[in-house]
């Protein structure tokens, strides 16, 4: 035990749970849009258990390396002419990524879709969500998800103690900040529509990477940043905006004799 505690191990430890934060945001968002399917009393029960299933996802990834490492055998290859080398190599790892890739999309799609073209409040049998469904679609995506993470984990770390602790700690600190982002989400329309936006981004990104077209990650991060950082401009000037018409309203008008 003595030889985990060492400087080198400890700085990667922050690190990675650092990162393993960042790259759960879009899970824990995904959950949060998921989750207000349901009654509101079901809906931070479906966010716990979505994060803890996604630890256990990736705390069971972490100590199945042999099975990490399987998913890169090539299965079958097949002809690309738009690739660099003209040839698609398909491994499990491209299947899982292009079938989460492609959830993704369809669900981010068809969530916009029903906030454009559907009525407020407007509550269907196609919009209805059961409490299995929603757990069913976040172990599913949690799996795709959890790739990334642990195969940041094991670039980052040589041990696996430190990675799982710094998973643990980053699904704890998802946990706490799952509520204050779901409830925010919810309260702005526009910042769940840009949440939407960027899941449809990530699915994109799935896709590409299925079929060995690399985005580099810095790319996506800082179009998420500048969307992020457009998006808190807009609602700080709509508040200000909001404001000066409530102080406007608020003013007393002078009595009708009075008007010369």
């Known amino acids: 035990m003595a030889e985990l505690f060492t400087v080198d191990n400890l700085i990667a430890?922050?690190?990675?749970?650092?990162?393993?934060?960042?790259?759960?945001?879009?899970?824990?968002?995904?959950?949060?849009?998921?989750?207000?399917?349901?009654?509101?009393?079901?809906?931070?029960?479906?966010?716990?258990?979505g994060l803890m299933l996604a630890l256990v996802t990736r705390i069971l990834l972490l100590l199945s390396l042999s099975f990490l490492s399987r998913l890169t055998v090539t299965l079958f290859e097949i002809h690309l002419p738009f690739l660099p080398e003209g040839e698609l190599h398909v491994t499990a790892r491209t299947i899982i990524l292009l079938g989460g890739g492609l959830f993704l999309v369809y669900k981010a799609t068809h969530e916009i879709h029903q906030r454009l073209e559907g009525e407020p409040g407007e509550v269907s049998s196609r919009t209805a969500a059961t409490f299995n469904s929603v757990i069913t679609q976040i172990v599913l995506l949690d799996i795709v998800f959890s790739l990334d993470s642990v195969i940041t984990a094991i670039g980052m770390a040589n041990e696996i103690p430190?990675?799982?602790?710094?998973?643990?700690?980053?699904?704890?600190?998802?946990?706490?900040?799952?509520?204050?982002?779901?409830?925010?989400?919810?309260?702005?329309?526009?910042?769940?529509?840009?949440?939407?936006?960027?899941?449809?981004?990530?699915?994109?990104?799935?896709?590409?990477?299925?079929?060995?077209?690399?985005?580099?990650?810095?790319?996506?991060?800082?179009?998420?940043?500048f969307s992020v950082l457009v998006e808190v401009l807009n609602l700080r000037s709509s508040k200000k905006k909001a404001k000066s018409h409530t102080v406007q309203l608020n003013q007393p008008v002078a009595p009708a004799g009075n008007l010369k």
């Open 13 to 49: 430890l922050i690190t990675l749970a650092i990162l393993e934060i960042v790259l759960g945001i879009d899970n824990v968002i995904f959950i949060s849009i998921l989750a207000s399917k349901l009654p509101a009393a079901q809906q931070n029960r479906a966010r716990q258990i």
């Open 162 to 225: 430190v990675m799982v602790a710094a998973v643990i700690i980053a699904v704890g600190v998802m946990l706490f900040a799952a509520g204050p982002i779901s409830s925010f989400v919810n309260e702005h329309p526009t910042v769940k529509m840009l949440a939407l936006a960027f899941l449809l981004m990530i699915g994109m990104t799935l896709i590409l990477e299925s079929v060995e077209v690399a985005i580099p990650k810095g790319y996506v991060y800082f179009a998420m940043g």
